[in-house]
């Protein structure tokens, strides 16, 4: 052990493992249990990282509630088209609230004409409309994922007009000199799945495609069977999303023992299937439609729309917000009002029950 040579490579891979620490989570990280003992099931947090999460994770005071008497938003404007049975007082309440949450430093004004609130020549108005809407479906129509907790505008915009995280469907043609050809969007570390340098767009098969999201084959020999590479790698690409968008390890939601398997896992795995569910019923049902409404600056380089995942409602938290409950502040925001009765919506919600049932049934 005394030449010098070996010497040198041995302070040469000291040198390394210090370079690459400094890449990693400062300690102390403490881990909590998620399951039983000596099971692997357990949970890695950084009290730094936690720390900042809740600074940022502050709910507003909820405004007193409004009477819900006297005559309705409806009767009295002229252009309420989903908010017109509240009363006016309420109506308000709500206008307000919603500035507060989404443009308080631009105010009415970000929405609307001030000289004629009826007038629709803004587009975030119409999107707007769209928005109150689509919040109404999430806490009415999946509450196999929010539970009572519910989602408000706040939820997803903290006070901002653009939610800090959305998503674009990636432009992965090949580029310029790029001879490899179309490399899936792999191989450039992306945010998107927590710096890995897995395809940077796991969110255009899973989360508005309905792409199966495998990594398992279902049969031994390859008689029909269609998993690939490719989509496995989405898979994982979507996996290490899901982690970092919810500040949690794998075994938040998987038993580390057969990861595919769903007996012995946590049940938070099952609120995740409906949420993988819901942001695809969201972002086809919802933002899609959405696409000719929004001024091309607020479009992906493909032409698409904004659209959501689930670090747009999450930020970081295992619930959004911890947990905070908003929902029963504004009760207006947890029901279907006008669309409630339409037929496409019927259908859909037929739709959705059968669904609900599917994890179980893959047992
Ligand atoms: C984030 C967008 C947004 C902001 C900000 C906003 N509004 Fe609205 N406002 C809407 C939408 C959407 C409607 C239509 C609701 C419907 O169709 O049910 C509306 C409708 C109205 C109407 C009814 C007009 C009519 O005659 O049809 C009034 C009045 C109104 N808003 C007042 C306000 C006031 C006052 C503020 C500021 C405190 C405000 N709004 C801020 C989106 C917004
Ligand atoms: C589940 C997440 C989510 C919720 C809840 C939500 N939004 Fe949005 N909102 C988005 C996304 C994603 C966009 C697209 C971002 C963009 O504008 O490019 C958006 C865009 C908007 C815009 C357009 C902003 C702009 O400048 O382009 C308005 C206005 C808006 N939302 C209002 C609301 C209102 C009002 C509510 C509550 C009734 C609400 N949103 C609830 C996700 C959400
Ligand atoms: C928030 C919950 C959650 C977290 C965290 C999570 N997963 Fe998953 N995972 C799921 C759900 C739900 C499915 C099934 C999706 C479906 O069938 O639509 C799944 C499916 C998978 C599959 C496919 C299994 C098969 O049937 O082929 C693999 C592999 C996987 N996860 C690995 C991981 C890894 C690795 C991590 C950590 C980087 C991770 N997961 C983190 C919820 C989670
Ligand atoms: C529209 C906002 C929204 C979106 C988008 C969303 N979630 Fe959630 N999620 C919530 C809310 C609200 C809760 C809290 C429900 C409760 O209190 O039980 C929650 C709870 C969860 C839980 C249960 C946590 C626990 O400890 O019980 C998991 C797991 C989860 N979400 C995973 C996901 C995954 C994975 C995605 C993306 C595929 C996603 N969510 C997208 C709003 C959202």
Same mark, same amino acid.
């Given at each position: 052990?005394?030449? #010098?040579?070996?010497?040198?490579?041995?302070?040469?891979?000291?040198?390394?493992?210090?370079?690459?620490?400094?890449?990693?989570?400062?300690?102390?990280? *403490?881990?909590?249990?998620?399951?039983?003992?000596?099971?692997?099931?357990?949970?890695?947090? +950084?009290?730094?990282?936690?720390?900042?999460?809740? %600074?940022?994770? @502050?709910?507003?005071?909820?405004?007193?509630?409004?009477?819900?008497?006297?005559?309705?938003?409806?009767?009295?404007? @002229?252009?309420?088209?989903?908010?017109?049975?509240?009363?006016?007082?309420?109506? +308000?309440?709500?206008?307000?609230? $919603?500035?507060?949450? *989404?443009?308080?430093?631009?105010?009415?004004?970000?929405?609307?004409?001030?000289? =004629?609130?009826?007038?629709?020549?803004?587009?975030?108005? !119409?999107?707007?409309?769209?928005? !109150?809407?689509?919040?109404?479906?999430?806490?009415?129509?999946?509450?196999?994922?929010? &539970? %009572?907790?519910?989602?408000?505008?706040?939820?997803?915009?903290?006070?901002? #007009?653009?939610?800090?995280?959305?998503?674009?469907?990636?432009? =992965?043609?090949?580029?310029?000199? =790029?001879? *490899?050809?179309?490399?899936?969007?792999? +191989?450039?570390?992306?945010?998107?799945?927590?710096?890995?340098?897995?395809?940077?767009?796991?969110?255009?098969?899973?989360?508005?495609?309905?792409?199966?999201?495998? !990594? +398992?084959?279902?049969?031994?020999?390859?008689?029909?069977?269609?998993?690939?590479?490719?989509?496995? %790698?989405?898979?994982?690409?979507?996996?290490?999303?899901?982690?970092?968008?919810?500040? /949690?390890?794998?075994?938040?939601?998987?038993?580390?023992?057969?990861?595919?398997?769903?007996?012995?896992?946590?049940?938070?795995? /099952?609120? &995740?299937?409906?949420?993988?569910?819901?942001?695809?019923?969201? =972002?086809?049902?919802? $933002? %899609?439609?959405?696409?000719?409404?929004?001024?091309?600056?607020?479009?992906?380089?493909?032409?698409? /729309?904004?659209?959501?995942?689930?670090?747009?409602?999450?930020?970081?938290?295992?619930? #959004?917000?911890?947990?905070?409950?908003?929902?029963?502040?504004?009760?207006?925001?947890?029901?279907?009002? !006008?669309?409630?009765?339409?037929?496409?919506?019927?259908?859909?919600?037929? &739709?959705?029950?059968?669904?609900?049932?599917? #994890?179980?049934?893959?047992?």
């Amino acid at each position: 052990m005394s030449t #010098p040579s070996i010497q040198t490579a041995l302070r040469l891979l000291g040198l390394a493992s210090v370079a690459l620490l400094a890449a990693c989570e400062r300690p102390p990280v *403490i881990s909590v249990q998620h399951g039983y003992a000596g099971t692997g099931m357990v949970q890695v947090y +950084n009290p730094a990282t936690v720390e900042k999460q809740q %600074e940022a994770n @502050q709910v507003p005071e909820a405004t007193p509630q409004a009477s819900p008497d006297g005559p309705k938003a409806g009767q009295v404007y @002229q252009n309420v088209k989903v908010l017109g049975d509240l009363s006016v007082g309420q109506f +308000n309440r709500l206008m307000v609230n $919603m500035t507060a949450w *989404i443009a308080p430093e631009q105010g009415c004004a970000y929405c609307h004409n001030v000289a =004629n609130f009826a007038d629709e020549s803004k587009y975030t108005k !119409v999107v707007a409309r769209k928005m !109150v809407e689509m919040t109404q479906h999430i806490n009415t129509d999946w509450k196999n994922h929010v &539970a %009572e907790t519910g989602v408000t505008c706040f939820t997803c915009h903290r006070g901002q #007009p653009v939610p800090k995280d959305i998503w674009f469907t990636a432009n =992965n043609a090949p580029k310029g000199a =790029n001879f *490899i050809g179309d490399t899936a969007g792999q +191989n450039s570390p992306a945010k998107t799945v927590g710096l890995s340098s897995l395809p940077n767009d796991p969110f255009t098969p899973f989360l508005l495609g309905k792409e199966e999201i495998r !990594v +398992n084959g279902n049969t031994a020999l390859p008689s029909g069977n269609r998993a690939s590479i490719k989509q496995a %790698e989405w898979t994982y690409g979507l996996m290490m999303h899901m982690s970092s968008s919810l500040g /949690v390890n794998c075994s938040y939601c998987h038993n580390t023992r057969n990861i595919a398997q769903w007996e012995g896992g946590p049940p938070q795995r /099952v609120t &995740a299937w409906h949420g993988i569910r819901m942001a695809r019923d969201l =972002n086809l049902n919802y $933002m %899609e439609t959405l696409t000719e409404v929004f001024p091309g600056h607020r479009k992906g380089e493909l032409g698409d /729309v904004a659209k959501l995942n689930c670090a747009t409602c999450h930020q970081g938290a295992y619930k #959004p917000l911890y947990g905070a409950g908003m929902l029963k502040d504004h009760p207006e925001l947890g029901r279907d009002t !006008v669309l409630a009765s339409s037929a496409p919506v019927k259908a859909a919600k037929a &739709a959705l029950q059968a669904s609900a049932a599917a #994890p179980a049934a893959k047992r």
